[in-house]
């Protein structure tokens, strides 16, 4: 018989972050939502190496001046994580994510686009042990989002928008 070593993972991450500037300067706003949500498998005997499929909402909202001037985008991102706990207590850990497509709505000056491209994250984080299944943690992520093409209406352009961040994350993990 051969033995079986796998378990099962699914985490939940969240990001919020906002900013108001009513200086001196032109008012600026900015606000920024991420939820990640992951499900997976550890294939090898330690439990600490595991392969998930990432799903990951990203909405992202600046106005600058008295003119009105927004940017704002929200998008799906789906690709495969890869996640590596350092050791066997399953507390700290880095992972990588390419999201092979990152589809979504864009709105720069009033005008709608539909938007398409990919991007990639890495971690660096810690869980904490609650329960034999439930863990908590935080992170550390490098998110980096490249748009490729924006259309409206029968209209599509190619482009390169690039979007880099570095944020931290709340998490929530069952393992088992």
């Keep these: 018989m051969v033995p079986c070593y796998g378990s099962f993972f699914a985490s939940y991450s969240l990001n919020y972050n906002s900013e108001t500037d009513g200086g001196d300067a032109e008012v600026f706003n900015f606000s920024k939502m991420n939820n990640s949500l992951s499900f997976g498998a550890s ?6 190496f595991i392969i998930a499929q990432n799903i990951t909402s990203h909405t992202k909202s600046q106005k600058k001046g ?4 927004e940017m704002s985008f929200t998008l799906l991102e789906l690709g495969p994580q890869f996640l590596w706990y350092f050791t ?3 507390r700290w850990y880095i992972s990588y994510t390419y999201n092979f497509l990152a589809s979504g709505s864009s709105q ?3 005008t709608k686009y539909d938007v398409e491209g990919s991007s990639t994250m890495a971690s660096l984080g810690y869980h904490l042990k609650v329960n034999k299944t439930f863990a908590m943690g935080a992170s550390v992520k490098y998110h980096n989002i490249t748009i490729t093409s924006r259309s409206s209406g029968t209209t599509k352009t190619e482009v390169t928008d690039t979007f880099n961040s570095i944020y931290p994350m709340l998490e929530a993990v069952l393992r088992f």
Excluded: N
């Design 43 to 48: 294939l090898d005997s330690a439990k600490k």
């Design 66 to 69: 008295i003119t009105d001037q």
């Design 88 to 90: 066997q207590e399953r």
């Design 108 to 110: 720069i000056s009033g």
